[in-house]
């Protein structure tokens, strides 16, 4: 149990074009998940935490008009890079929070690459 | 949030143990104690957590010193499939978000 799918799990795509990154519990409901961003060798460093019907809450210098998060269901949040640059090449992980043992689980990972 | 402090790299011999250690002198009294692995290229994983007792499950030991200022990840037979980053993050009790370090590298050498 708690699996926690990514799509898609590799994405190419041209300067100034838009991404989104799908994050799905696919056994569980989240009310709350959680948007990573990891550079080669670092750590991860988190990005946002959506929460599902309202507004995501964002971490201080991250963009919220770059990064649109939206968490329309309980077992789907979307991540949108929009007008992608090839500085917003990097790994994009989500988790997703299984309250009952108030656990994150994650994602397998989104690898970016903006040409 | 409360830092913790974790060597950047260890290596270990397969099918022997394997002691991690993470200091986090700073620790406050509803701060639980949480590993987490990421093998390359992949999410992370959930290995283990605690609050002031040694806990066991079939991944790994967490020995948590009686000051709660130090932690142990153990363990007990490690394989190459063990070869990892391992994260310390400590997380109050009525928090959601986990914090990342830096981690350990952990090398397994066949």
């Known amino acids: 149990g708690a699996v926690v799918s990514q799509h898609p799990s590799r994405v190419i795509c041209k300067s100034g074009t838009s991404v989104k990154i799908e994050c799905r519990s696919l056994d569980f409901q989240a009310t709350t998940m959680f948007w990573y961003r990891q550079f080669p060798k670092k750590s991860l460093m988190l990005m946002a935490t959506?929460?599902?019907?309202?507004?995501?809450?964002?971490e201080q210098g991250v963009e919220k008009d770059k990064f649109l998060i939206n968490h329309a269901s309980l077992t789907l949040s979307t991540l949108t890079v929009t007008s992608a640059h090839p500085e917003d090449s990097s790994f994009y992980i989500c988790?997703?929070?299984?309250?009952?043992?108030?656990?994150?689980?994650f994602g397998p990972g989104t690898r970016l690459t903006v040409l | 949030d409360a830092k913790t402090t974790q060597p950047n790299s260890m290596e270990s011999n397969e099918e022997e143990p394997v002691h991690l250690p993470c200091n986090h002198s700073?620790?406050?009294?509803?701060?639980?104690i949480h590993w987490y692995r990421q093998l390359p290229s992949q999410g992370p994983e959930y290995v283990i957590h605690g609050l002031t007792s040694n806990v066991n499950n079939r991944m790994a030991s967490l020995a948590i010193a009686e000051d709660r200022k130090s932690s142990t990840l153990i363990l007990h037979r490690a394989t190459l499939r063990d070869a990892a980053v391992y994260y310390c993050i400590l997380r109050d009790a009525g928090a959601q978000k986990l914090v990342f370090g830096q981690g350990t590298r952990l090398t397994i050498n066949p």
């Open positions: 700073t620790i406050s009294g509803t701060d639980y």
């Open positions: 959506s929460n599902e019907g309202s507004k995501a809450t964002y």
């Open positions: 988790s997703a929070m299984r309250e009952v043992y108030n656990e994150q689980f």
